[in-house]
Antibody, heavy 123, light 113 residues
Framework: EVQLVESGGGLVQPGGSLRLSCAAS????????MHWVRQAPGKGLVWVSR????????SYADSVKGRFTISRDNAKNTLYLQMNSLRVEDTAVYYC????????????????WGRGTLVTVSS | DIVMTQSPDSLAVSLGERATINCKSS????????????LAWYQQKPRQPPKLLIY???TRESGVPDRFSGSGSGTDFTLTISSLQAEDVAVYYC?????????FGQGTKLEIK
């Protein structure tokens, strides 16, 4: 089955760190751009970060630049989001999503989403 | 950055009637070299992740019922549900993937009248 499964969310204090994981299965993970998108409780969708198929190109939303790091391990079919210096406003469900195929599909729609993992930043 | 604005914020439509949701981008998302609009529509039901409905502004994703259609070009886009079914109750988002930061509209909540 083609799927993405996020894990690693939880409760963390402001200023703390957390690493999210997204396990991919059922498709050739190493061929796709991957993204993180978040959704604060009761709010809309916000794109967070992207990474290309071999991990050599990354991009971030201004709100997380310098604090979050996206990475991937193609041997383990897993996407990561290292979140440091967490703020209350980072509280959200974090989704991983699949983007385009290979480097030629830089800007592409998101055709596969995981169910998300909840990150709560609170003292 | 490209700002996406949807209208209305919420919509109540009778079963079997047409539902129309609009989306406007602050700058064109039409890429001239391939004549494609980098615009997608997603459906999100309660306690579920978003689901891709439409991409390239008007191409229906595999498995999406043909009552869903997308139209528009440049900066103005529309999602139309031709005959509303009970299972279409959801929040709908447009998204531009023309350039980062990719951005979503604020969402339109669709309910049954």
């Amino acid at each position: 089955e083609v799927q993405l499964v996020e894990s690693g969310g939880g409760l963390v204090q402001p200023g703390g760190s957390l690493r999210l994981s997204c396990a991919a299965s059922g498709f050739t993970f190493s061929s796709y751009w991957m993204h993180w998108v978040r959704q604060a409780p009761g709010k809309g969708l916000v794109w967070v970060s992207r990474i290309n198929s071999d991990g050599s190109i990354t991009s971030y939303a201004d709100s997380v630049k310098g604090r979050f790091t996206i990475s991937r391990d193609n041997a383990k079919n897993t996407l990561y989001l290292q979140m440091n210096s967490l703020r209350v406003e980072d509280t959200a469900v974090y989704y991983c999503a699949r983007g385009g195929l290979y480097s030629g599909s830089t800007n592409w729609y998101f055709d596969l989403w995981g169910r998300g993992t909840l990150v709560t930043v609170s003292s | 950055d490209i700002v996406m604005t949807q209208s209305p914020d919420s919509l109540a439509v009778s079963l079997g009637e047409r539902a129309t949701i609009n989306c406007k981008s602050s700058q064109s998302v039409l890429y001239s070299s391939n004549n494609k609009n980098y615009l997608a529509w997603y459906q999100q039901k309660p306690r579920q992740p978003p689901k891709l409905l439409i991409y390239w502004a008007s191409t229906r994703e595999s498995g999406v019922p043909d009552r869903f259609s997308g139209s528009g070009s440049g900066t103005d886009f529309t999602l139309t549900i031709s005959s509303l079914q009970a299972e279409d109750v959801a929040v709908y988002y447009c998204q531009q993937y023309y350039s980062t930061p990719y951005s979503f509209g604020q969402g339109t909540k669709l309910e049954i009248k």
